[in-house]
């Protein structure tokens, strides 16, 4: 094995990636399983010690949370209702060890195209908080992840935080996962919805996004437009057409064909809208 880094502080941590290559250690539930059969060979930075990348807090009209928070922190913590699809999406990744372990800036790094959290924070205009030891920049999440395992995360680079800009009173959120069956499962598509509503119902900020059907999570903005305006309600389902999905580029593998996953997407999409409408 490398050299195995375990720093208390961010400053430590920021320091050791500026002097040399790291591989950077979280929870260690993709890390590992992507090392399966083979040694751990690369000098590894755990970055589990450093206090300031963990809690949520809410800072300048955004929800702050910290890169190395877990699921199961998530789940545990009162957010608005806005976060909602997040938290269910927290709920559905893997079981309560995984949960227990796994972050979500993993979740985001790792940029599996079946990542659960990336539709969550794509419908709620997430941006990723990203510092080397002489400088940091925050991207919109949707130039954050760049592809099927590629991120816009540079070598002396560490996701600090994911920051979730705070919505009106009203908004609220839903996130709706298919996969073979109830748990402990990958996601053949899964689709999160955001709105937030003025005081007669009228939508009047809305966000969509699927996963799984494309290299990376994929807003509908056409669909998103075309939502605004319209009253919360039972009808919403209804505008909802296959021309909407045009951003996603499903593909066939062993857990679905594309066809299977674009009549997916449709189905989960409305059935989101349809559970935001009767809350
Ligand atoms: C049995 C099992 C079931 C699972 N089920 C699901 C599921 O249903 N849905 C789902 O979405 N995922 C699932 N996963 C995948 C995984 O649990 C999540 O993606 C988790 O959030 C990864 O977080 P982590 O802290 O464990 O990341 P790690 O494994 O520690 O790291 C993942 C990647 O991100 C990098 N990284 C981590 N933190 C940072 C940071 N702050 N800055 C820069 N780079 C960083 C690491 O270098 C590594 O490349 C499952 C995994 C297992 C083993």
């Not at 751990?40 to 589990?48: K, N, P």
């Not at 699809?85 to 790792?110: D, H, M, P, Y």
């Not at 009047?204 to 669909?223: D, E, N, Q, T, W």
Request: glycine content about 8%.
């Amino acid at each position: 094995m490398g050299t195995y880094l375990r720093p208390a502080s961010l400053e430590r941590a920021l320091a050791a990636l500026a002097d040399r290559p790291l591989a950077i250690l979280a929870g260690g539930t993709d890390f590992y399983p992507a090392r399966v059969g083979r040694l751990v060979e690369e000098d590894v930075l755990d970055i589990t010690a450093v206090a300031e990348l963990r809690g949520i807090r809410e800072a300048n009209g955004r929800i702050r949370i910290g890169a190395a928070t877990t699921w199961t922190e998530l789940i545990e913590t009162p957010l608005p209702r806005q976060l909602d699809c997040l938290k269910l999406a927290a709920r559905e990744v893997g079981g309560a060890q995984i949960q227990n372990s796994g972050t979500i800036a993993g979740n985001l790094c790792n940029a599996s195209p079946a990542a659960d959290g990336v539709p969550a924070l794509l419908a709620l205009d997430a941006e990723v908080e990203l510092r080397a030891a002489s400088r940091s920049r925050t991207l919109p999440l949707g130039e954050f992840v760049l592809g099927n395992r590629k991120t816009a995360c540079a070598p002396d680079e560490l996701v600090t935080a994911v920051l979730v800009p705070k919505w009106g009173e009203r908004a609220r959120s839903a996130f709706v996962k298919l996969g073979a069956r109830k748990y402990l499962v990958i996601s053949i598509a899964m689709v999160a919805a955001a709105v937030d509503v003025a005081a007669d119902g009228a939508i009047r900020r809305c966000g969509i996004a699927v996963g799984a059907c494309s290299a990376a999570g994929r807003r509908l903005p056409v669909l998103e437009q075309e939502l605004v305006g319209h009253k919360l309600g039972p009808g919403l389902a209804e505008l909802v057409a296959p021309r909407h999905l045009a951003p996603l580029a499903p593909i066939s593998d062993v857990r679905g064909t594309a066809e299977y996953r674009s009549d997916a997407a449709l189905a989960l999409i409305r059935r989101a809208l349809a559970r935001l409408a009767n809350e």
